[in-house]
């Protein structure tokens, strides 16, 4: 137990936590039996509550049992209702019930007794009278059941509700007396809770004052010691006799001060020593920040200068460097102003802190001043100035300004740029000059950099301005296959509107915007890959499809670029075939076309033929098969004069006879010859006048209008009507061609009056047809200075609308004059004629059309034989081919003619399968007979000549649609000429 205090006594720590234990402990003990006879107190009033209440309960219940029990016997008495005997017995047992559960509880003698009489009440009720009653009520007998109610069974069941109320009032004054004794109780516990609190009170003042008498006091004696030695007063510590902490602190704290005032005087030597040494760190210290601030000076100056560099490398922009450069330099040299300015002839400059006025005065007098000295020292000079005004500010004293003109040398040594720097009040001394004179180098070197970037600026975008005029697609591929430049036409061709330049793609990354616009990415992909690392391939070039709005179809080809052995990238060309592909598409099926169009006539011809050589036949039946011969072979010479008519108008060699004509006349020509070739069509034209005057070649308008109303009769195979309307219009003659057939596809609009072009729809692939006949009639009326337009509704039908320019008013014809020039007058006469062809079968034609008009026929194959013979005969015209077989041809012959004195005057008639109209108007003439003609044209034009008797050697190379009077008019100004 010794040891164990001792222990305690040992910590402060241990004293205080026994000390609060311990209190604790009581707190905790007196809390748990207050709780505990409280707890007690409570549960033996609910116990005896509770089996009051029960009770009470239970007497309730066998009162209203009872009472219900009678209840339902009177019922059954008045009525002899079985459900109501029935409710007694029920009733009955839960009287049983409710008796057995009163018997269950803790009763008092007297209660015992009771429940023992209503049994037995009840028990002989049940048994004797009630099965008395039953029977009287059974018998009707009600004055001998009033005898035996009055016998003292009512008094009973009275008795009984009398108890029942009594026994309520008992027990509630039981509870009432309960309650107050459970109010005395705990009364009398509160009053000893409140002695405990004191108790509890009186023990932590106790604590309090134990902790602060065994705590308190020493370390407040510890406090004011320490107070004294800080004051530097000897202090006498009290000696404890303790062995806890305090007295540990209380012994350290007395052995301290004693070692504290034996090293005082120690302290104070040192203390003068130390002094002495502050004094010198303080002198270092003062040295140390006059280093350091000239170093801040140097870095600010590096970090300026670092910006000047800095800013002369982070820009390519002329006016931004020069802008940089001089700001840069007003600071670097603790300058006020400055400017700069290349002596190129823009005289590009920038300025600081200096108004525009004085940077415009300083440009107009650049030549005449200063700089003068400068290019011929190439030196910086100094100049000493006053002050102007402006710069004196508020200073009423004078005042000096200092500047600096600082030439700028290029690596050649010529002078590239001239920089003043203003001082005010200060010069630059001369280490000063030098560094500004080393920023001036960096400065040129800039300069020259910045032109270098320029000119090679220039260079590329010439460069690329010249590979924006190509009319190709242009790709440049690195090493690697990434895009570094494209033309502007390589955009247009991807569908982008982006300008050409310098890009940078990987190919890859090319490969979703193929996937959704070309029709091979993958094959493609490949190409380009190939191309790039150099794998030999097969093909050289690649076509691909771009589906953009209208469909384009690519070449694409690749050319390696090496410098040296190096290869430097890949050249990827594109070039837009769209129309040499559709062209070609058109030609194909062109070919296709013109093969079914020429061999269909050719089959008839030769199976009539075959049939008319081989087969008696009848006149009739031979007539019939004639005019199928006659009329196939009209057809093939159209279709062949549709393609040279093309092919001549293509090359500008396409002549016209431009006539006054009236258009009327020459449209209702073209509906008469139409109106021949169909009987489902029927054509409406009803003219307002008779007379519309135009100025025109008669056959190509004619063909112009037979070749639309042809259309109009093939695309509508239905039959129906073909309007025709034509009428003046502001100067011009509108004719509208409408048809109720097929109509045109809209996507096929842009394209119909191309050559070789058909509409593609199986609807009219059982239509003939070269795709010609639109693009031949366009050029015509583009000659004339006319246009045609097309109104279609695909299924309704179609109008085309030609504008023609009116005549003239002085070139308007009369109806007879029209009539003439339709109908020209017929001159019969005979003579010699030279006919010089290699054709045999022609030949023979000819001769006997001519022969049949009275003419001598002399027939030669041979050029050099029909010179001979033509200075022998002497004949009165000569009909020669130009192309013909071995030896001369006809041109020849036309030569040694003219050199033939007696042979030069004869006529020549020029009959050719090819049009040489302007060689042949060299040589005077005016028309072409051009091969197929009708045999009697040829009679007309020999007549015309030979009638003029007049032999001058003229050359008559008559056109094949030209009528008799024209030529004879012809001739007769050949003549004249």
């Known amino acids: 137990m010794v040891k164990a205090i001792n222990y305690v006594k040992q910590s402060i720590s241990r004293r205080f936590v026994v000390l609060m234990l311990s209190v604790l402990t009581l707190i905790i003990a007196g809390a748990l039996a207050a709780l505990w006879l409280n707890y007690t107190t409570l549960e033996q009033y609910r116990k005896i509550e509770n089996e009051l209440k029960r009770k009470q309960e239970l007497v309730s219940e066998i009162s209203y049992h009872t009472n219900q029990l009678f209840f339902r016997v009177r019922g059954y008495y008045s009525f002899k209702n079985k459900q109501e005997y029935a409710e007694i017995f029920q009733e009955k047992k839960e009287l049983e019930q409710s008796l057995a559960a009163f018997s269950k509880l803790k009763l008092s003698p007297e209660e015992i007794e009771l429940t023992k009489s209503i049994r037995h009440f009840f028990d002989e009720y049940f048994a004797v009278t009630l099965p008395k009653a039953v029977g009287m009520v059974e018998r009707d007998d009600y004055d001998s059941l009033r005898k035996l109610s009055s016998s003292g069974v009512n008094q009973t069941v009275n008795e009984l509700v009398a108890y029942a109320n009594e026994f309520k009032k008992n027990s509630e004054l039981e509870l009432k007396k309960e309650s107050e004794e459970l109010s005395n109780v705990i009364s009398g516990q509160g009053f000893l809770f409140l002695i405990y609190f004191l108790g509890i009170l009186l023990a932590a003042v106790w604590v309090t004052f134990r902790v602060a008498r065994d705590v308190g006091t020493p370390l407040t004696q510890l406090s004011s010691a320490t107070d004294k030695i800080a004051r530097g007063e000897h202090v006498m510590m009290p000696e404890m006799d303790r062995s806890d902490e305090i007295g540990h602190l209380s012994r350290s704290f007395h052995s301290m001060m004693v070692q504290i005032q034996t090293k005082e005087e120690e302290l104070l030597m040192q203390n003068e020593e130390l002094q002495a040494q502050q004094d010198e760190l303080q002198m270092q210290q003062e040295e140390l920040q006059e280093a350091l601030a000239k170093t801040e000076a140097s870095e600010r100056y590096l970090e300026k200068r670092n910006r000047l560099i800095m800013s002369l490398a982070n820009t390519l922009n002329k006016q931004e460097l020069l802008t940089s450069i001089i700001h840069n330099m007003v600071e670097v040299t603790a300058a006020d102003k400055g400017i700069i300015v290349l002596l190129n002839q823009s005289r590009d400059h920038a300025g600081f802190g200096i108004a525009p006025e004085g940077i415009r005065q300083f440009l107009d007098q650049l030549e005449s001043g200063m700089l003068i000295r400068i290019r011929e020292t190439l030196l910086p000079y100094q100049l000493k100035r006053k002050q102007t005004a402006g710069e004196r500010g508020y200073h009423v004293e004078e005042a000096y300004g200092h500047d600096l003109f600082l030439p700028v040398l290029s690596a050649k040594n010529e002078?590239?740029?001239?920089?003043?720097?203003?001082?005010?009040?200060?010069?630059?001394?001369?280490?000063?000059?030098?560094?500004?004179?080393?920023?001036?180098?960096?400065?040129?070197?800039?300069?020259?950099?910045?032109?270098?970037?320029?000119?090679?600026?220039?260079?590329?975008?010439?460069?690329?301005?010249?590979?924006?005029?190509?009319?190709?697609?242009?790709?440049?591929?690195?090493?690697?296959?990434?895009?570094?430049?494209?033309?502007?036409?390589?955009?247009?061709?991807?569908?982008?509107?982006?300008?050409?330049?310098?890009?940078?793609?990987?190919?890859?990354?090319?490969?979703?915007?193929?996937?959704?616009?070309?029709?091979?990415?993958?094959?493609?992909?490949?190409?380009?890959?190939?191309?790039?690392?150099?794998?030999?391939?097969?093909?050289?070039?690649?076509?691909?499809?771009?589906?953009?709005?209208?469909?384009?179809?690519?070449?694409?080809?690749?050319?390696?670029?090496?410098?040296?052995?190096?290869?430097?990238?890949?050249?990827?060309?594109?070039?837009?075939?769209?129309?040499?592909?559709?062209?070609?598409?058109?030609?194909?099926?062109?070919?296709?076309?013109?093969?079914?169009?020429?061999?269909?006539?050719?089959?008839?011809?030769?199976?009539?033929?075959?049939?008319?050589?081989?087969?008696?036949?009848?006149?009739?039946?031979?007539?019939?098969?004639?005019?199928?011969?006659?009329?196939?072979?009209?057809?093939?010479?159209?279709?062949?004069?549709?393609?040279?008519?093309?092919?001549?108008?293509?090359?500008?060699?396409?002549?016209?006879?431009?006539?006054?004509?009236?258009?009327?006349?020459?449209?209702?020509?073209?509906?008469?010859?139409?109106?021949?070739?169909?009987?489902?069509?029927?054509?409406?034209?009803?003219?307002?006048?008779?007379?519309?005057?135009?100025?025109?070649?008669?056959?190509?308008?004619?063909?112009?209008?037979?070749?639309?109303?042809?259309?109009?009769?093939?695309?509508?195979?239905?039959?129906?009507?073909?309007?025709?309307?034509?009428?003046?219009?502001?100067?011009?003659?509108?004719?509208?061609?409408?048809?109720?057939?097929?109509?045109?596809?809209?996507?096929?609009?842009?394209?119909?009056?191309?050559?070789?072009?058909?509409?593609?729809?199986?609807?009219?692939?059982?239509?003939?047809?070269?795709?010609?006949?639109?693009?031949?009639?366009?050029?015509?009326?583009?000659?004339?200075?006319?246009?045609?337009?097309?109104?279609?509704?695909?299924?309704?039908?179609?109008?085309?609308?030609?504008?023609?320019?009116?005549?003239?008013?002085?070139?308007?014809?009369?109806?007879?004059?029209?009539?003439?020039?339709?109908?020209?007058?017929?001159?019969?006469?005979?003579?010699?004629?030279?006919?010089?062809?290699?054709?045999?079968?022609?030949?023979?034609?000819?001769?006997?059309?001519?022969?049949?008009?009275?003419f001598t026929v002399f027939h030669f194959a041979n050029g050099r034989e029909a010179v001979q013979q033509i200075a022998k005969l002497q004949p009165d015209a000569v009909v020669l081919d130009l192309m013909l077989g071995a030896g001369m041809d006809g041109w020849q012959v036309i030569s040694e003619m003219k050199e033939n004195q007696e042979a030069s005057r004869i006529p020549i008639l020029i009959s050719s399968a090819f049009e040489e109209k302007n060689k042949a108007w060299e040589l005077g003439a005016k028309g072409y007979l051009v091969k197929p003609y009708h045999p009697k044209m040829l009679t007309e034009v020999l007549n015309v000549t030979i009638a003029k008797r007049e032999r001058a050697g003229q050359i008559y190379v008559p056109d094949p649609d030209t009528k008799s009077d024209a030529l004879s008019e012809e001739k007769e100004d050949d003549q004249e000429k």
């Open 415 to 854: 002078l590239i740029a001239c920089m003043v720097l203003t001082r005010l009040g200060k010069s630059a001394t001369e280490p000063e000059m030098k560094e500004i004179t080393g920023l001036a180098k960096q400065i040129s070197l800039s300069l020259e950099k910045l032109d270098m970037y320029e000119e090679t600026e220039k260079q590329r975008q010439l460069t690329q301005d010249i590979l924006d005029t190509i009319q190709e697609g242009v790709q440049l591929l690195n090493p690697s296959g990434v895009t570094i430049q494209v033309n502007r036409k390589m955009f247009e061709i991807l569908g982008q509107s982006q300008p050409g330049g310098q890009v940078h793609t990987p190919h890859e990354l090319l490969f979703p915007y193929l996937q959704k616009y070309v029709s091979e990415p993958e094959k493609m992909l490949a190409f380009i890959t190939d191309a790039v690392i150099g794998k030999a391939r097969s093909a050289k070039t690649f076509v691909y499809e771009v589906n953009l709005e209208q469909k384009r179809y690519i070449q694409m080809y690749d050319v390696p670029l090496y410098r040296g052995t190096d290869k430097l990238g890949t050249l990827l060309v594109h070039r837009d075939i769209t129309r040499e592909y559709e062209i070609d598409q058109m030609k194909s099926e062109f070919v296709s076309t013109v093969s079914h169009e020429l061999r269909t006539p050719l089959a008839s011809v030769l199976g009539f033929a075959e049939l008319l050589l081989h087969k008696q036949l009848s006149p009739e039946r031979q007539r019939k098969y004639m005019q199928t011969i006659h009329q196939e072979a009209t057809r093939l010479t159209n279709l062949i004069n549709d393609f040279l008519d093309l092919q001549r108008m293509e090359s500008g060699k396409q002549n016209y006879n431009m006539t006054p004509l009236n258009l009327i006349e020459i449209v209702k020509e073209a509906i008469e010859l139409q109106r021949v070739n169909t009987r489902l069509h029927r054509f409406v034209f009803e003219p307002k006048q008779p007379l519309i005057p135009i100025t025109g070649d008669a056959d190509k308008i004619r063909q112009v209008i037979t070749n639309l109303l042809s259309n109009a009769v093939k695309y509508s195979p239905a039959g129906g009507p073909v309007e025709i309307t034509c009428e003046e219009e502001n100067g011009f003659v509108k004719l509208d061609v409408s048809d109720q057939g097929l109509g045109i596809p809209e996507e096929s609009l842009p394209h119909l009056f191309t050559k070789f072009y058909r509409v593609d729809n199986s609807d009219r692939r059982e239509i003939g047809g070269t795709g010609l006949g639109l693009a031949i009639v366009k050029e015509i009326l583009g000659f004339h200075q006319g246009t045609i337009d097309v109104s279609t509704e695909f299924g309704r039908g179609s109008t085309f609308t030609v504008q023609l320019p009116l005549a003239p008013d002085e070139q308007r014809l009369g109806q007879e004059e029209a009539a003439v020039a339709v109908h020209p007058q017929k001159i019969s006469t005979g003579g010699q004629i030279v006919l010089v062809e290699d054709d045999v079968n022609l030949a023979e034609l000819l001769r006997t059309e001519l022969e049949s008009s009275d």
